[in-house]
């Protein structure tokens, strides 16, 4: 199943559509010509959603949202996206949380990495990279799915969740390490003038879901 131009293409959308509850996972790809397209790509999501019998939907946004502000976020704050995708990002958990057809529970996640995604090759062999003193926010794939899955065990509905480990090692030391725990060229950072960061709590969902991560610090999973 794809959104094209606003449309919803692929095979049986009605039985895919005959559910109780919908895990709503679709990627905001880099490549996308215009960010807005992805808020089309989930407006059609949502005129399907409205022909459903779907009334809970469990949507895996982004810590992307937040800006490099120098600061800890958590998920009631006020903030302004730094950018045109977090902006676009932003209006889409919006669009999702104001609907009254069905219950939103947005998952902001930080940056998936696990067996199929290591860090050593996110940054492998670059070079002239600033930001390095900057703390990651990473979340393992295996939590993020066993939080999704106590999610929807705990009827969590209309919440706002940070879904990120619990310890952010500075971007030069996790992937110049990961690299070289893989045997692959370890990135080179530049000097700058500080840290542009964020670094995102996630003390409401460990309070929420009484959870406790299986990979609370990236470095350890190297």
Request: hydrophobic share 40%; glycine share 4%; with cysteine.
């Amino acid at each position: 199943m794809i959104c094209v131009d606003a449309q919803m293409q692929g095979c049986d959308i009605d039985r895919f559509f005959d559910a109780d509850i919908l895990i709503l996972t679709i990627p905001f790809k880099r490549n996308l010509e215009k960010p807005e397209i992805y808020q089309e790509q989930i407006q059609c999501v949502i005129h399907e959603l409205h022909q459903s019998r779907i009334k809970y939907v469990v949507f895996t946004s982004s810590t992307a949202v937040y800006p490099a502000a120098n600061r800890i976020f958590k998920e009631d704050d006020i903030f302004f996206p730094d950018n045109e995708r977090a902006r676009t990002l932003l209006t889409v958990e919006q669009m999702l949380r104001e609907d009254k057809h069905f219950d939103t529970t947005i998952l902001r996640l930080g940056g998936l990495y696990g067996e199929d995604r290591p860090p050593g090759k996110f940054l492998a062999g670059k070079t002239n990279l600033d930001q390095a003193d900057s703390p990651v926010n990473l979340v393992h794939v295996n939590d993020a799915v066993k939080i999704i899955v106590a999610v929807i065990v705990r009827n969590i509905r209309r919440e706002i969740l940070n879904v990120c480990a619990d310890a952010h090692p500075s971007r030069k030391e996790l992937y110049t390490l990961a690299a070289k725990k893989m045997g692959v060229k370890a990135p080179r950072f530049i000097e700058d003038n500080g840290p542009r960061y964020k670094i995102i709590s996630n003390e409401k969902l460990k309070r929420k879901l009484r959870y406790r991560f299986l990979h609370p610090t990236p470095l350890e999973d190297l």
